[in-house]
């Protein structure tokens, strides 16, 4: 599976890495999400449909925490393709935490998504000795 960024998800992620409380995230997001195929990313659908493209609220767990102590991801997931794009992150617990985002913001995410994909403005990235390269550079993007 491909995996995309937006350069959104990306300045919330550094955001978040400022934090000693969410210096887990890089490793969470690999074990969660980059080492599985699209189909097997489960989460709650907020948009598209179940066979083709699907935008999904996906719960990164915690050890010791779970689920409801983790990350919730926003992504899209085009299965045909076999992308999957992060486009939103946000913690459950500490620093800059929420229980969920608004409805407006998901239609923002989606219409943010739709205008990023026409203009291929997505970072691709890859697992490289647990550490979440870009592809075309091979440089860390979370240093």
Not at 35 to 61: H, W
Request: hydrophobic share 30%; charged share 30%; net charge positive.
């Amino acid at each position: 599976m491909d995996v995309y960024l937006t350069n959104e998800f990306i300045k919330e992620t550094l955001t978040l890495l400022k934090s000693n409380s969410h210096k887990d995230i890089e490793q969470l997001l690999i074990q969660e999400l980059f080492c599985k195929k699209s189909e097997d990313i489960k989460g709650y659908r907020l948009s598209g449909d179940n066979t083709n493209s699907r935008f999904l609220k996906v719960r990164v767990s915690r050890e010791n925490e779970g689920k409801s102590g983790g990350y919730r991801v926003y992504a899209w997931i085009i299965i045909k393709e076999d992308n999957l794009y992060l486009t939103y992150i946000h913690p459950k617990k500490g620093r800059r935490s929420q229980a969920s985002i608004s409805n407006d913001r998901i239609k923002e995410l989606i219409k943010s998504f739709i205008t990023e994909r026409r203009e291929n403005n997505f970072i691709k990235v890859e697992n490289k000795d647990d550490i979440i390269i870009n592809s075309q550079t091979q440089n860390p993007i979370f240093a």
